[in-house]
């Protein structure tokens, strides 16, 4: 069973960056739409960005010029490069591969594969 393991959470200021990789035990970063999906206590999951089988991309309005959704298919790793942290992006982070609309609303189909999920915490 592929299973998706995410990792490259942690603390940093307001300003900072952060690189979240996601890597699949299984060939399907070329195959399926993959993304990220956040969730921050008490908020609904929230799509983030996400990357369909030819490489185009979708973004949240929320993190349009700060973050970039990138995959490696050799590697069967997906990416997500986060620059210009807010407060607000504070978060638990999951890597998914899922239908992209289930992607871009944050719910899941119950038919894709979804990570354990990083913390995200971004101090003022």
């Known amino acids: 069973q592929v299973q998706l393991v995410e990792s490259g959470g942690g603390s940093v200021q307001a300003g900072g960056s952060l690189r979240l990789s996601c890597v699949a035990s299984g060939s399907i970063t070329s195959r399926f739409c993959m993304g990220w999906v956040r969730q921050a206590p008490g908020k609904e999951r929230e799509g983030v960005a996400r990357?369909?089988?030819?490489?185009?991309?979708g973004y949240a309005d929320s993190v349009k010029g700060r973050f970039t959704i990138s995959k490696d298919n050799a590697k069967n790793t997906l990416y997500l490069q986060m620059n210009s942290l807010k407060p607000e992006d504070t978060a638990v982070y999951y890597c998914?591969?899922?239908?992209?609309?289930?992607?871009?609303?944050?719910?899941?189909?119950?038919?894709?594969?979804w990570g354990q999920g990083t913390q995200v915490t971004v101090a003022s």
């Open positions: 990357v369909q089988g030819d490489g185009s991309t």
């Open positions: 998914a591969a899922d239908w992209c609309g289930s992607l871009k609303d944050g719910t899941p189909s119950g038919l894709g594969l």
